[in-house]
């Protein structure tokens, strides 16, 4: 091995070529899959203060097998080309994986957010969108961008309000983004979106127990240890859900400021408030601060939960980790060097393509939302909710009992747009988890479950590339 860390994107190629081995594709095919399709680099500038700021920007598609492309758009000073490819390449995998019709693609803007006022990141935002028209790089059907690292509903609504202003009249032009406001056309669910699948992800692979046997865990998420790196939106949402509906314990947490542990456990909500009024989660109540901020790596605990940014787990730091699961939250958390030292350790590694489909699954259901314009459970919910009153009713009076008014409220429920979409999640997480751990049970050669993600994955755009004629 060399001391030079392999980059984001190299790694990303490592790590296909490794499965792309165990398929049968031609090798042309495989190369097609492989590459980035469009690369657009921008440079624009944008009146700060009393100055031009030129900002770099990228929107990558990596993938147009499907149309439209998907994935999410970045803001942080650490953007570059070579993140951004592996970001888009990343997202076509997470979205065969997850049965989500579209190619991968990825955008980011060269700007720390912190050191902008909101109005100048609407400018910014504004003006990135402009350039993704001009180029034909944005549309319902073309390339459909969403929230990342750095960016929300709030940047959601200034790209669709700017695409808008500028196709006028386009029936379907609330679908060029998602992630929206609920109020501007976005969809309920979609902001917990990441952090429950990976909720759902995580519950799921700990419901077999002759697996949980295999890695010295007893099944269920209930009682289980996690230490989570970064409380932005994945991290946030994937500590409360797996306490509050999972029962799980959160017992450090690591963020740009410091690492703090309680081994009883850490109320992440509170923590969050916490952290929003003081600034830092030093000092929570409860807690102590480790030594060394980077330290969260080897922390004893049974899931560790990387929810940041990618490369966290390297060759540096590898071998520190005591944990039995990792959780790959975040986009490429774990880099292809430190995955060979991880394996061989015998830790099981959760990957980002399948694990954190969450929040384009969603987005999903957004886009379709939009396209049908009209509100999920708007047609049935009504109609269920007679239709299970009338049937609690009939076996009320059949059966001369009846039931209690929470009973009866639970049994009639309809359903609202929210529980739809939870549902929907839920049941793409069960069914990727069980395509991909039946392939890493029964191919002999297919050692860990990043690869058997990734042969699912290529098998499915594979077949496409083929419906297409493209590789008949
Ligand atoms: N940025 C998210 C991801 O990495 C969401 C992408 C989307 O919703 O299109 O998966």
């Not at 669910?189 to 519950?203: N, P, Q, S």
């Not at 017992?251 to 600034?279: A, H």
């Not at 939250?329 to 393509?353: F, H, Q, R, S, W």
């Not at 050669?445 to 994955?457: E, G």
Request: hydrophobic content about 35%; aromatic content about 8%.
């Amino acid at each position: 091995m060399s001391t030079k860390q392999a980059s984001f994107y190299q790694s990303v190629e490592r790590n296909f070529d490794k499965a792309a081995a165990l398929t049968n594709h031609p090798k042309g095919l495989l190369e097609q899959i492989k590459v980035c399709n469009a690369i657009y680099q921008m440079n624009f500038p944008v009146k700060i203060g009393n100055s031009y700021q030129v900002i770099e920007a990228y929107r990558v598609q990596h993938s147009h097998h499907r149309l439209p492309t998907k994935g999410g758009i970045r803001f942080s000073h650490l953007v570059n080309q070579d993140e951004v490819m592996a970001l888009a390449s990343l997202m076509t995998y997470k979205c065969a994986l997850v049965d989500v019709p579209f190619g991968g693609a990825k955008g980011g803007v060269c700007v720390s957010p912190r050191k902008y006022t909101e109005e100048q990141l609407e400018k910014i935002t504004r003006r990135y969108t402009v350039e993704l028209v001009r180029k034909n790089f944005i549309g319902p059907g073309i390339d459909v961008p969403a929230p990342d690292y750095g960016t929300g509903s709030r940047e959601m609504a200034w790209i669709v309000d700017t695409y808008q202003q500028l196709k006028n009249g386009e029936i379907d032009s609330a679908a060029c983004v998602t992630g929206k406001p609920v109020s501007q056309n976005g969809i309920r669910g979609r902001t917990e979106a990441t952090g429950r699948g990976v909720f759902y992800g995580l519950k799921e692979m700990l419901s077999y127990p002759n697996d949980c046997k295999e890695m010295g865990l007893s099944p269920g998420i209930a009682g289980k240890t996690m230490v989570i790196q970064g409380l932005g939106n994945v991290g946030s949402y994937t500590g409360t859900i797996s306490i509050e509906e999972g029962d799980a314990k959160v017992i450090g947490v690591s963020e740009i400021e410091g690492t703090i542990y309680n081994p009883k456990g850490i109320d992440i909500k509170k923590l969050i408030k916490y952290r929003k009024e003081k600034g830092s989660i030093i000092g929570f109540p409860g807690t102590k601060k480790l030594e060394n901020r980077d330290d969260w790596v080897g922390m004893e605990c049974d899931i560790l939960v990387p929810a940041a940014l990618e490369s966290q787990i390297n060759k540096k730091n590898a071998k520190k980790v005591k944990a039995k699961i990792i959780a790959e939250a975040a986009n490429g958390p774990v880099t292809a060097d430190a995955e060979e030292i991880l394996l061989k350790k015998g830790i099981v590694i959760v990957p980002d393509m399948y694990l954190n489909a969450g929040g384009v699954t969603v987005s999903y259901f957004e886009w379709l939302k939009n396209l049908s314009h009209v509100r999920y459970g708007r047609i049935e919910k009504r109609f269920d909710q007679n239709a299970y009153t009338n049937l609690v009713s009939t076996v009320e009076k059949l059966t001369g009992k009846t039931i209690s008014k929470r009973e009866r409220t639970l049994l009639t429920k309809g359903p609202e747009e929210v529980d739809l979409v939870r549902s929907g999640l839920e049941e793409t997480m069960i069914t990727a988890y069980g395509q991909v751990r039946e392939i890493y049970k029964r191919k002999k050669k297919v050692k860990d479950l990043r690869s058997a993600a990734f042969i699912n994955a290529i098998n499915k755009v594979a077949s496409d590339y083929m419906t297409l004629g493209v590789f008949p």
